[in-house]
């Protein structure tokens, strides 16, 4: 386990997934996600299997409270480039329907990017998320993520399109915020 100040950052077992089922599938944190279906548990079993637990490109976390041992959330890098030194930045705090808060997901998100900084020795971490996740966006520009792009009207969603936006922060960002161990 990777413990931060208040969670830990632990791999996924079997046993988790009918909570992150759960709450990947509430409507209003699902609206935020890529895949905007609700899921099966035959869909979410097949993720883990052969995304989770099987995909070099993927490292996905528990995120798990430390007083207790509560799981919170998950959180991960995906489509990790080893060539390019990359990969996308994936988070969320399911429990209690927090989805994106002050606690959790920032003390995660610290320990994810030291992680993929330091551990995986990546030269750039971006996110892209859509312009209705006022959490996330201000989340990301809090975390230090700068603003690279939009691709207007990528997502249907609420009866509207909305826009893709894409955030990035490169190894020496990271260093300059004083992170870097």
């Known amino acids: 386990m990777i413990k931060g100040k ?3 950052l632990r791999a996924i077992h079997r046993n988790d997934l009918d909570s992150l089922l759960t709450w990947r ?7 935020f996600f890529r895949e905007y279906r609700e899921i099966s548990p ?4 097949e993720w883990f299997e052969n995304i989770v637990q099987e995909d070099s490109r993927t490292r996905m976390f528990a995120i798990e409270r430390l007083s207790d041992g509560e ?3 998950a959180c ?3 489509y ?3 060539i ?12 209690d329907d927090l989805y994106i808060d002050d606690t959790y997901a920032v003390d995660a998100a610290k320990l ?5 900084f330091n551990e995986l020795n990546l030269h750039r971490v971006w996110a892209e998320i859509y312009s209705i996740d006022e959490p996330k966006i201000t989340f990301f520009k809090e975390l230090g993520f700068v603003p690279e792009g939009v691709h207007r009207q990528t997502h249907w969603t609420g009866g509207k399109w909305v826009d893709s936006l894409f955030y990035g922060m490169l190894h020496e960002d990271y260093q300059d915020l004083g992170r870097a161990t």
Do not use: H, T
């Open 6 to 8: 208040v969670c830990g």
């Open 80 to 82: 990790i480039d080893q």
């Open 84 to 95: 390019n030194q990359n990969a996308d930045f994936s988070i969320y705090i399911g429990k």
């Open 71 to 73: 799981l919170m959330g």
């Open 112 to 116: 994810l990017l030291e992680y993929g």
């Open 76 to 78: 991960g890098l995906c």
């Open 42 to 45: 035959a869909q979410q079993k």
């Open 25 to 31: 599938n509430r409507p209003e944190l699902r609206q």
